[in-house]
């Protein structure tokens, strides 16, 4: 209703707008708006002039006497629900669907006034430059900007004009967008070497059944995209030329899919339609690898940084679990969860997985080998969109469905972004020592960066703790194998105890004599001697991973050497194995710097 209390103005779904007088109830102006829906109308307060906001994102103020268009502009990434002018009717200010905040613009001209750094909408895309100094955000405002991580000021990198909804992602190297348009209805790719627009590679796929009801998926190389369709098929396209590649049905328009690192296998699973199997295929034929009979629908997905797990989460379900990619078989659940998780991944080393999207907004990160919490952020207002871990493990970056981006500090002793030290006395030392060996997630990952800020006293402590594990005596470990299938249930009994003891050496040879089928009590003994190997049924085993990834995490060349020292023990060791994957990822560290 205008402010003179003479007329109302009323817009169809055909986006025609109708100015009717009060006076007389006759219609007075007809204005052919838009094609697509009108979100919301405003009178000035001299009764002028009338403002729509429209489904596109756009802005168009009309003068009321002639209906003739003043100006418009895109507003917003989506659908304009909100107007109001200023009481001299020379601003407008407005507000979208699925966008944070309001917008200040010039009536007159559509000249946005006193813009608001930053994204405007939910923030889908988040990517770590290699350095760690820079964060690349994407946001369904159809923005991609990089983030000074230093002073946390941001700056264009992509800027792309498309309706809104897009399905969008950025390769992994950064280098090139692609994006699904409603509007003519195509995948696009561009490259992303900004800031500005971005040059356009190639236009594919215009059928609207391969509409990507979820975000454009690239590989790890680069070269390929994939995506599940509205018709209910996994497709894979050649990200250089837009050829198809293979389709697969999957029986559901909704799910989740993710490459592994290797770029060897493509994860997906469904979110509706009644089929939740986990399915991993192979990207070079989209044959069937291997299934997981998942019982719960699935709508995140990601792979752990060495390849070896599967994490799937419910999109709209209290379950998440982490699935062994060799066996197809469940390792184990993560504790604590609240449905509707949005956004999945692993940290750099594999130690961790965080989720976030949950309803009650929070950031939960668990660690891997548990299942266990370890941290809980309250997290954005409206709920998560994205997480991803710092290069160097320390901090963790939420996107929020109110725009916002937040770091977290997962060290618990962090402050403008350096490690604070800690001075612990010999009883904290040895405080910390017992609490690695600790279920409590929490306690015992905080221990693990206490002693990591303290590598002038944890780093001598851990040496005197540790021990490079001895070889096995081969003939004792025969015998003992051996003895599982002796005519003396006594005897089985104990082989089958003394091989628990020593079973991280004993590995090896236990999954040798496992391969030539024995009988199947011995198979069922060495299964259970074996099942001793899952660190969340060993705390020995968990203090001795947490110890390692504690002097990993400190830094300083003496914990390198002392890693060193630990990795020459017998090689099927525990401790020997986690030395040396602590190593190999330290020597890539040092390499990218």
Known sequence: MSADGKQIAMADEGGTIRIWSLANLKMVQVIQAAERQVGCLAFSPDSQTLASGHGDGTIAVWQVATGKPISRWQAHAFMVKTLAFSPQSKLLVSGAFWESGVRLWEATTGKEMQPVPGHHASVDVLVYEPDGKGLITGSRDNTILRWDLANGQSRPW?????????RFALSPDRKMLATWEFSPGCIRLRSAVGPGEGRLLGTFESRPTKIPTRPLTFSPDGKRLAAICRDGVLRQWDAVNGVLLWENRVRTSLGAIAFSPDGKMLASAGWAGGDTTIRLCDTETGKEIRACANGSVVGELAFSPDGKILAAAAGSHNRASLWDVASGKELRSLTGLQKGVHALGFSPDGRLIAATGIDDHAVRVWEVATGEAVRQFPGPFMGGMSVVFAPDGRT???????????????????????????????????RRWSDLAASAGPRAFQAVWDLAACPRLSVPFLQDKLRPARPPDEARMARLIGDLDDGRFAVREKATTELQKIVNVAEPALRKRLDNKPPLEVQQRIELILRTLDPSQSSERLRLARAVQALEYTGVSEARKLLETLAEGAPAAVLTREAKTALDRLSRVRAQN
């Open 158 to 166: 992509l800027d792309w004009h498309a309706p809104a909804m897009d």
């Open 396 to 430: 963790l970056a939420s996107g929020g469905m109110d725009s916002t981006i937040l770091i977290w500090d997962l060290t618990g002793r962090s402050k403008d972004g350096a490690l604070q030290p800690l001075q612990l006395t010999a009883d904290g030392l040895e």
